[in-house]
């Protein structure tokens, strides 16, 4: 976090003043007091114009509190409903695949609905007879404008080509609201070439083909699936930015590594911070700082284009502060 | 499906009398009468053994029809709560992973329950104000069938290894559900080695580090998503079997590739039906033919160490007949 910041306040017109303050939530909030993320601090974040947040979750938390407590509960507040995270292999990475693909996709992940809903429950709770439920809620309303925002984006790209993945030979309710919706709304694009995968024949091409892809627009939990393993063939989720993004401005942005937080590397100025930096420039190409946001960017391709042994992790970001001011 | 009959008439012992009966089912059916499973066949399909099944689908009939009024209807009627899914990349077998990956691992795929129940449905359909749900259900019963014969699969394997795939940290109640009873019936394996993965973090590893599986048991959805993702990564399709299996032997267990039915080049005989055959090894090992199995199996890696050119359905069907009568 600490590099991410360095690098944004390098990269950032002299005339603008960055305000940022900072919450420290998570794991050390949640053992202190039980919190998650307290009403004050939901209160206080409307307030930003963005937020940038660091990788969550500690194995001494148990699985799901500070996901649903915090980093959902942030994305859901903030109608956060595209989240947008570029699948990009920079020269000079190495990818798992063999034969030097080419890749560079962006997923649009529809972030405030499916299976992420948080709707379900237990019956019978720990007898033989328990059943549990999770509910995946899915609307026009929803679909709708995140594969509009998808159109745009495949539209003003130099392949014009939108991918539809879901499951919709199993999951037929919503499956195939998300087709209708797809075919409805690409008749306003009709530059954009489209297609659909359904998302287990997507993940043969992400390994096989992943040339293919242009931008994928998807379900909340098939974009996790599918970024996992697009960060995993573009060199790793060390690299793998992400935006939640609310277009409309009512609430703040939220940018964040794909990543988890590492407890194991915690605090040992081992992490790359690259994601948290090409994190920071979605920010800042969010915010309108459109030639910042390239620079960082470039500044992170050519740093990996010439990487030589390790370094750590304020190394990594004094680097690419220098090279983004230089 | 021709080749699979073939070779399974060469495998079988000779005091083995194998008798078929043939089913046109799927989309030619479909067309003709509008049905996709009709009771009698279901009826009769009850005194099989073992059940062979084709690849279905054609772009014809509306995604989801056969799979759901067919395979799923069968996997369903048939309770075929186990659906094993070997990963497996034969000597001389590319893989698209750089670095020659040892992959060698079984997926437990749960065939029963989880997001493929059915249970869905739509609000104001067609209108601006559509809602669409799925709803995954989930029983302590049919999951802990499903992981203690995952315990056992892994404790007969020399690495004893079992991972458990869920997404507990948002789909908490089914994924907590899934967690305790993997915890609970770990007890009865204390010579197995466990541990747990969300299944986004899952395909990572299926990339970077395939090696590190041996078994896998998850849930139905994630368990077609991460079955297709290991067929990527062992060669591909043409190469994955797998078995729908109700160990309790009430209802035939159903052996099917887990390829598609390819219609750009159905009937050209181009296909590859290695998959097919490999899944008519899983169905003579269930039958008890193990010795069998194994030269099946082995005719087939015989066979991928030593292609070359191309060979057309009915020569690579032949090829690996002779080497198992041979
Ligand atoms: C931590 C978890 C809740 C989260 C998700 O599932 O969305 C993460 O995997 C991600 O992709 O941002
Ligand atoms: C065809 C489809 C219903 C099926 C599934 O989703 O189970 C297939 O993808 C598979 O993996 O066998």
């Known amino acids: 976090m600490a590099e991410g910041l360095k690098v944004l306040s390098a990269a950032l017109p002299a005339d603008v003043k960055l ?25 206080e974040l409307k307030g930003a114009d963005a937020i940038l947040l660091g990788a969550i979750g500690d194995p001494s938390v148990p699985s799901g509190v500070l996901e649903r407590g915090l980093l959902l509960k942030l994305r859901f507040a903030f109608d956060h409903h595209i989240n947008l995270r570029p699948g990009k292999l920079f020269p000079g990475v190495k990818s798992p695949l063999a034969g030097d693909p080419q890749i560079d996709f962006v997923v649009v992940r529809e972030g405030t609905e499916g299976p992420y809903v948080g709707n379900g429950g237990t019956l019978r709770t720990g007898t033989e007879q328990e059943v549990a439920t999770e509910v995946s809620l899915n609307t026009a309303f929803g679909i709708e404008r995140v594969v509009r925002d998808a159109y745009r984006r495949a539209a003003a790209r130099p392949r014009k080509k939108l991918t539809l993945v879901h499951k919709n030979n199993v999951l037929v309710h919503a499956g195939h609201l998300w087709t209708r919706i797809f075919e409805r709304v690409g008749r306003e694009f009709p530059e954009v070439t489209t297609d659909y995968l359904h998302v287990d024949a997507a993940t043969i091409f992400f390994v096989t083909q992943p040339e293919r892809f242009d931008v994928i627009v998807t379900d909340n939990l098939f974009g996790d699936i599918l970024t996992d393993l697009a960060a995993a063939v573009t060199g790793g989720i060390g690299l793998a930015a992400s935006g939640n993004i609310n277009p409309s401005g009512d609430f703040p942005s939220m940018f964040e590594p794909v990543h988890g937080s590492a407890p194991d590397i915690a605090g040992q100025g081992k992490a790359d911070p690259t994601a948290t930096v090409l994190s920071v420039a979605m920010l800042l190409e969010h915010l309108g700082f459109t030639a910042e946001a390239a620079q960082v960017e470039a500044a992170v391709a050519a740093d990996l284009t010439e990487r030589t042994g390790t370094r750590s992790t304020s190394e990594v970001g004094d680097a690419l502060a220098a090279r983004v001011s230089g």
Request: hydrophobic share 30%.
């Open 19 to 43: 305000e940022t303050a900072e919450y420290d939530l998570g794991a050390r909030l949640y053992h202190r007091t039980g919190e998650t993320l307290p009403d004050s601090v939901l209160e």
